[in-house]
């Protein structure tokens, strides 16, 4: 599926509704809400099965006057090539992470070119079946009262959301590397350890911000407010996460 995106959004006004809504087919109602993007963009605001279909609408919303490109959310970089941190230390230039499995990876504090925070939402649905039996007027009725009950099965699905803080760092070239609030170890913080790891994944965030002065940080992640005006209505923010930081971190700048 290819995403289509929106960057450097026009102002909110009829005029720019209006042409919107022509080139996606909406109405100017739907549109206003495709424009009404916080900082501007980005923001995905149609998308596309075949490649062809997704440029050939890309040109038409530049034609337009709308910046656009494209996302292949097939393809966005995912955990199984990030770096996930379980210990780090903040050393002079660079933060050492060491992975679940004991590699160890340097991150350059001058090599960061983006901060990403985002809050990750893992949905998760648990079935369980009761069975019980209850009177049956039928079956005692054709038994001649030796049978009295009849056997019922009940089906309840329960959801569950988890909410889990992120903070990606991406390096000029290479694999992003992410600290997970509840999977990575904060011990490495020293004398500023927390009491939870809520206060010390917020404490790192800012640590680590601190000593990438070049690099961009944005957090419109951090809410699912944020994540779903990103997204736009066709993707999800429970399970396109990795979509929406690729989209946030390809928008030019």
């Not at 490649?51 to 996302?71: I, R, S």
């Not at 903040?90 to 992470?97: E, H, I, M, R």
């Not at 010390?200 to 000593?211: D, E, G, P, W, Y």
Request: net charge positive.
């Amino acid at each position: 599926m290819i995403a289509v995106v929106l960057h450097d959004m026009p102002p909110n006004e009829d005029a720019a509704a209006r042409a919107l809504a022509g080139v996606l087919e909406l109405t100017p109602v739907e549109a206003r809400g495709r424009l009404a993007v916080p900082q501007g963009g980005p923001a995905i605001v149609a998308r596309r099965a075949e490649p062809a279909a997704a440029a050939e609408l890309v040109a038409h919303l530049k034609a337009a006057g709308f910046p656009a490109f494209t996302v292949d959310a097939d393809r966005v970089e995912t955990d199984a090539r990030r770096t996930a941190a379980r210990r780090f230390t903040l050393g002079a230039t660079a933060v050492q992470v060491e992975t679940r499995t004991g590699d160890i990876r340097a991150l350059p504090y001058a090599d960061v070119r983006f901060l990403a925070r985002a809050t990750g939402i893992a949905s998760q649905t648990t079935t369980s079946t009761v069975e019980s039996r209850q009177f049956s007027a039928g079956r005692a009725l054709v038994s001649g009262g030796l049978v009295l009950t009849k056997a019922k099965t009940t089906t309840t699905r329960e959801t569950e959301e988890t909410w889990e803080g992120w903070l990606v760092g991406y390096p000029r070239a290479g694999a992003a590397v992410v600290f997970r609030e509840v999977e990575t170890l904060w011990d490495g913080l020293g004398a500023a350890l927390q009491p939870t790891r809520q206060a010390n994944f917020t404490q790192f965030c800012a640590l680590l911000r601190a000593r990438c002065p070049a690099a961009i940080y944005d957090d419109r992640l951090m809410r699912r407010a944020g994540q779903v005006q990103l997204l736009g209505p066709g993707f999800a923010p429970e399970s396109c996460l990795d979509l929406a930081l690729a989209v946030l971190t390809a928008a030019p700048r």
